[in-house]
C-alpha cells in the first residue's frame, strides 16, 4: 500500500511522480503541454471555464448510482442545467469574440473540457445543442482536430458510457453499498 | 482598472473564505465594498476581471503572488496538497448543516479522516523533509491552505492536532508569518464559523 496519497483515485503516474487529486493531475498536464494560455490572464479564463463545464459534468458523474426513478428526474435536470445555466455561456463567448477557440484565439484545455461536456450532455439527449449554433461549430470543429478526431475512434483510451458492470464494480471496489440520491 | 479586489459574497466564510486567506497571506488589502450581487457564487473584482469559480480566483492570486511554487513539479505538489486539504475542509464545513439525527455520524468522520487520511499525510511530509513548509522550502499556498484546515478542524474538535507534534509546530510557526498574525486577529476579513441561528437565512440565499 502507500502509492494513494489519500487512499483514493484517480491516481497518474507521471514523470516520477504518483499524483492524485483530479484538478491537480489536469492542471499539470495542461500546463505541460502548453494546453493553459500565454500569461496568467488567459489561465484564469479557461480556470473559470473549466470549473462550469466541471460543474456541469458533476451532475452526470453519479448518473450510473441513481436509481431508475432518480435517473428519470436527474436526465430532466442535467438537460435544465445544460441548456439554462452553462452552455448560453460558452454560446456568448463563443458569440462575442467569434475565434474557433474558447482563449486566445488558441486551443486550450478549455475547449477540450467543453466538447467532453458536450459530449456527456448529448448522451443524455441527443439534440441538446439544437439552440446552440455556435456550440454545434465548435463541437464539429474540435471534434475534427487530428489529436481529438483520433480519440473519438473506436480503439482509443477513451471509455464507453458507464453500464451496470462498471457500477457494480465501482461500488465492490469502493466499497460504495450506501444509495446515492439525485441533487 | 487596478486598485483592491473586491469581494462579492454573503457575510460568512463558504466558497470565499479560503480566497480570504489568500489574499492576506499575500498582504493584499481588499475593498470592503463588495456585496452579494451575482446570484450565489463568489465573486472577486481583480485586475479589471469580474472571476467567478473560486478555484479559479484561489489559482489567480497564488499565481500572481508567487504561492505556487517555482516550478510545474512544485505547482503539481502543492496543487495535490490543496486540491485534498479543500476535500477535508469542506467536510468540516457541512457539518452545520447535517440534519441534527446525522450530526453525531458526521462529526466521527470528520474526526476519521481527518486523524486517519489527511493529517498523517502532511505529518509525513514535513517529518521527512524537515523543512518548515510543505513544498520547496518556500512558504506556499499549501502553507495557507493547511494552516487554514487546521484551525477549522480544531474548531470542530480542540485536541485534533494531539498525535501530530510536527502539525502543532507547523500551526504555531505559520500563524506567526507576519501577513497571517495579522489576518488572525480582530478586525481582519477572517470570518466566523457559521452559527446555528444563521443556517436558515444561509439556506434560503443558497437553495
Not at chain 1, 57 to 70: K, V, Y
Amino acid at each position: 500500500g502507500g502509492s494513494l496519497l489519500f487512499q483514493q483515485v484517480p491516481m497518474v503516474e507521471i514523470d516520477g511522480m504518483k499524483m492524485v487529486q483530479t484538478r491537480a493531475i489536469l492542471s499539470y498536464i495542461a500546463a505541460k503541454y502548453n494546453l493553459y494560455g500565454k500569461d496568467l490572464k488567459e489561465r484564469a479564463l479557461i480556470d473559470m471555464y473549466v470549473g462550469g463545464t466541471e460543474d456541469l459534468m458533476g451532475f452526470i458523474l453519479f448518473f450510473p448510482f441513481l436509481s431508475a426513478e432518480d435517473k428519470e428526474k436527474q436526465r430532466a435536470t442535467i438537460i435544465q442545467k445544460a441548456t439554462s445555466r452553462y452552455f448560453p455561456v460558452y454560446e456568448k463567448v463563443l458569440k462575442d469574440h467569434g475565434q474557433s477557440f474558447l482563449v486566445g484565439n488558441k486551443f486550450s484545455w478549455a475547449d477540450v473540457h467543453l466538447l467532453e461536456a458536450i459530449l456527456m450532455v448529448e448522451e443524455k439527449k441527443s439534440d441538446v445543442l439544437s439552440g446552440f449554433p455556435q456550440l454545434q461549430a465548435f463541437k464539429a470543429r474540435i471534434s475534427s482536430i487530428p489529436t481529438i478526431k483520433k480519440f473519438l475512434e473506436p480503439g482509443s483510451q477513451r471509455k464507453p458510457v458507464p453500464d451496470d458492470k462498471y457500477v457494480e464494480t465501482v461500488r465492490r471496489v469502493l466499497r460504495m453499498y450506501f444509495d446515492i440520491k439525485a441533487n | 482598472m487596478s486598485g483592491k479586489p473586491k469581494l462579492h459574497y454573503f457575510n460568512g466564510r463558504g466558497r470565499m473564505e479560503t480566497i480570504r486567506w489568500l489574499l492576506a497571506a499575500a498582504g493584499v488589502e481588499v475593498c470592503l465594498c463588495g456585496s452579494l450581487l451575482f446570484q450565489q457564487v463568489p465573486m472577486v473584482e481583480i485586475d479589471g476581471m469580474k472571476m467567478v469559480q473560486s478555484r479559479a480566483i484561489a489559482n489567480y492570486i497564488a499565481a500572481k503572488y508567487n504561492l505556487c511554487g517555482k516550478d510545474l513539479k512544485e505547482r503539481a505538489l502543492i496543487d495535490m496538497y490543496v486540491e485534498g486539504m479543500a476535500d477535508l475542509n469542506e467536510l468540516i464545513m457541512s457539518h452545520t448543516f447535517q440534519p441534527a439525527e446525522k450530526k453525531e455520524q458526521h462529526f466521527a468522520t470528520i474526526v476519521d479522516r481527518a486523524t486517519n487520511r489527511y493529517f498523517p499525510v502532511f505529518e509525513k511530509v514535513l517529518k521527512d523533509h524537515g523543512q518548515d513548509f510543505l513544498v520547496g522550502n518556500q512558504f506556499s499556498r499549501a502553507d495557507v491552505q493547511l494552516l487554514e484546515t487546521i484551525l477549522a478542524a480544531e474548531e470542530c474538535k480542540p485536541d485534533i492536532l494531539a498525535k501530530f507534534p510536527l502539525l502543532q509546530s507547523f500551526k504555531a510557526r505559520t500563524s506567526n508569518i507576519p501577513t497571517i498574525k495579522k489576518f488572525l486577529q480582530p478586525g481582519s476579513q477572517r470570518k466566523p464559523r457559521l452559527q446555528e441561528k444563521d443556517v436558515k437565512r444561509v439556506m434560503e440565499i443558497f437553495h
